[in-house]
Structure formats: structure tokens, C-alpha cells
């Protein structure tokens, strides 16, 4: 099992709709973060959260510590946000746990 | 923030043959670390390397053939050494700055042919 699971795998959606993503994590925690992946390959940091809730023009992304779940939400989707999420946990034993990413497609 | 260039920013090299990866900061960082993303895959740890120390390796990674230098606050480099078509990847920088913020270099899209 994966230190840091997420869901779903796939996920195609029309423009303009809301998005979620969700990131479970077993290991402790010191900081998490979202990270977003074009089809370049380049890596882009878009939150990094240790609690509670951060908003970033249409990005919304939520930590719960004591369930270890957060979520990535995409509202008023476009085509430019197709691309692969990940999540990652940074533990207090400074070692990064990475999820195996969401890939979005969003459809004009 | 932190601004990251790498280089080359893809290659395709033959079996046998090695390649050096550069990656550049444009502020002095304590920790950079190196990561390797397989096709289809998520982010692996390669190694992290702090100035004036040796790198320090993941499971499954070692030095003779991932060397890796690290001659100043601003700049490391990776060696991909007598790659064969497994180390087909992209290959990325990234360090750590305020607190737990990490910033990420384009990558190195590697074929290895």
C-alpha cells in the first residue's frame, strides 16, 4: 500500500465544472503539497498546506490532519487546468512521499 | 521564490553512454534534491545533495551510477551513468526553501535508445 493514495486516477470533465481531487496519507506530517504537472514535464508547487484551507484564484485546497485526507478543488474548470495533480506528504523525517497523480483532461 | 533552470532540457542518448545533467539556482539554497520520473509514473527520490557533503542516496539508487556534484550554493549536477533504455525518464531538480516551500526545475526528458 502507498503512503499516499490518491483519487481518483483518471478524471475527464466539461469546462466549467467543479473539480475534486483527493489525497489520503498514512505516514506523520509536516507539510503537504499539490503539485501540478503539464505535458512538458515541468513542475509547478501550488499549495503547500499544514492545516486548514488555502485559496488560490480558482483553487481551493483543504487539509483535514486528523483523518489525513486533503482535497484539490478546480472551480469553473478550463482547458488550460488539463493536466497531471500530484500530491505530496513531507514527514518530519524530511523524506517526501509522493502520489501517483491525477491526470485531468478538461473538454472545451 | 526560486527560480530553476536545468539543462539540457531533453536528450536522447545511446545505451552505454552517460549524461550529465545540470541544474541551476538563482539563489543559494542549502538543499537540492534530484528526483527521477518513469513514463507513466509519479516523482521518485534519486538522492539529496547538500553543499560540501556527500549526496546522500535513496533506496534502490547509488552513486556509481548516479554520480552527483554539488561544488557550490547555487548549482549541482546529475550523471545518468552506462544508461540503458530503464533510465528513460524525465529527470528533475528541485530545492527547499522558506520552511517546507519546494520549487521545482523544467526537467530533463532522457530516451535512451
Known amino acids: 500500500k502507498n503512503e499516499v493514495e490518491q483519487s481518483p486516477q483518471n478524471l475527464t470533465a466539461q469546462e466549467g465544472e467543479f473539480i475534486t481531487i483527493n489525497c489520503s496519507y498514512s505516514?506523520?506530517?509536516?507539510?503537504l503539497h499539490w503539485l501540478q504537472q503539464h505535458p512538458g514535464g515541468g513542475i509547478v508547487s501550488l499549495f503547500m498546506?499544514?492545516?486548514g484551507k488555502k485559496k488560490h484564484g480558482r483553487l481551493i485546497a483543504t487539509i483535514n490532519i486528523q483523518e489525513k485526507h486533503s482535497s484539490l478543488h478546480i472551480t469553473a474548470s478550463h482547458p488550460r487546468d488539463s493536466a497531471v495533480y500530484i500530491c505530496?506528504?513531507?514527514?518530519?523525517?524530511?523524506?517526501?512521499?509522493f502520489g501517483t497523480g491525477t491526470s485531468l483532461t478538461v473538454i472545451p | 521564490s526560486a527560480v530553476i533552470s536545468q539543462k539540457p532540457s531533453r536528450d536522447i542518448c545511446q545505451r552505454g553512454t552517460s549524461l550529465t545533467i545540470q541544474c541551476q539556482v538563482d539563489?543559494?539554497?542549502?538543499?537540492m534534491f534530484w528526483y527521477r520520473q518513469q513514463p507513466g509514473q509519479s516523482l521518485t527520490l534519486i538522492a539529496t545533495?547538500?553543499?560540501?557533503?556527500?549526496?546522500?542516496?535513496e533506496s534502490g539508487f547509488v552513486i556509481d551510477k548516479f554520480p552527483i556534484s554539488r561544488p557550490n550554493l547555487t548549482f549541482s549536477t546529475l550523471t545518468v551513468s552506462n544508461m540503458s533504455p530503464e533510465d528513460s525518464s524525465i529527470y528533475l531538480c528541485?530545492?527547499?526553501?522558506?520552511?517546507?516551500?519546494?520549487?521545482f526545475g523544467p526537467g530533463t526528458r532522457l530516451t535512451v535508445t
Open positions: 498546506l499544514s492545516s
Open positions: 545533495a547538500n553543499q560540501g557533503s556527500e549526496a546522500t542516496y
Open positions: 528541485s530545492v527547499e526553501r522558506d520552511g517546507y516551500e519546494q520549487y
Open positions: 539563489s543559494q539554497v542549502t538543499m
Open positions: 505516514v506523520g506530517i509536516s507539510a
Open positions: 505530496a506528504v513531507y514527514s518530519p523525517g524530511n523524506q517526501f512521499y
